[in-house]
């Protein structure tokens, strides 16, 4: 069981690039989610989704995009990469209820020169 | 809004020690749970343990204990018999009903052989 799968591991970009973060679950989880950690910032919601179809913003979402096409997927694209957005990124998944623990990827590394 | 807060940026155990990790929080929701994970260097972020606010009965896991005291919206971990092994970042976190998981800004946990 792979659990949550996040690639790549890491990433450098230039100002005005653009990526995509893939996030993979195999639970069938329905709540997926984003978030960055910043030193002294701990982990910050990006954006969110509550099923296939369905996306919301979290605490910081600007400059981030979601799309929730099948339960398995939800990539992040950050369209035009500034150096602001140089954190590590996490996706996760959770089971049905609202206390159960996330499912965390192995996070990725972003860095924006 | 919901809020975490954890005061103490980094604390430091001696092996075989006991340390207690603090955090307060605040919420308008009744139903909410609370959670510490567990960061180590290798990134992944690891469910410690986890408190439902309804059960005055703090929860355990082994050598990780929990003071939950509701009435003063505290939620502190206790590790006993401290291991190199827990050197890492641990987060607090808070979800309700109505609300996405909000994590502290984490404190770095070394434990000293």
């Known amino acids: 069981n792979a659990g949550v799968t996040q690639t790549p591991k890491f990433q450098v970009l230039k100002t005005g690039q653009s990526m995509t973060l893939q996030c993979a679950q195999d639970m069938n989880h329905e709540y997926m989610s984003w978030y960055r950690q910043d030193p002294g910032m701990g982990l910050r919601l990006i954006h969110y989704s509550v099923g296939a179809g369905i996306t919301d913003q979290g605490e910081v979402p600007n400059g981030y995009n979601v799309s929730r096409s099948t339960t398995e997927d939800f990539p992040l694209r950050l369209l035009s990469a500034a150096p602001s957005q140089t954190s590590v990124y996490f996706c996760a998944s959770q089971g049905e209820t609202y206390n159960s623990p996330l499912h965390f990827g192995n996070g990725t590394r972003l860095t924006v020169t | 809004a919901q809020t975490v807060t954890q005061s103490q940026p980094e604390m430091s155990v001696q092996e075989a020690e006991t340390v207690t990790l603090s955090c307060t929080y605040d919420t308008s929701e009744n139903n909410y749970y609370l959670f510490w994970y567990k960061q180590p260097p290798s990134r992944q972020m690891i469910l410690v343990i986890r408190q439902e606010a309804y059960k005055q009965q703090n929860a355990t896991e082994n050598r990780f204990s929990v003071n939950f005291q509701k009435a003063a919206k505290s939620f502190s971990l206790k590790i006993s018999d401290s291991q190199l092994g827990d050197t890492a970042m641990y987060f607090c976190?808070?979800?309700?009903?109505?609300?996405?998981?909000?994590f502290g800004k984490g404190i770095t946990l070394s434990v000293r052989p």
């Open positions: 976190a808070l979800t309700g009903a109505n609300s996405k998981l909000t």
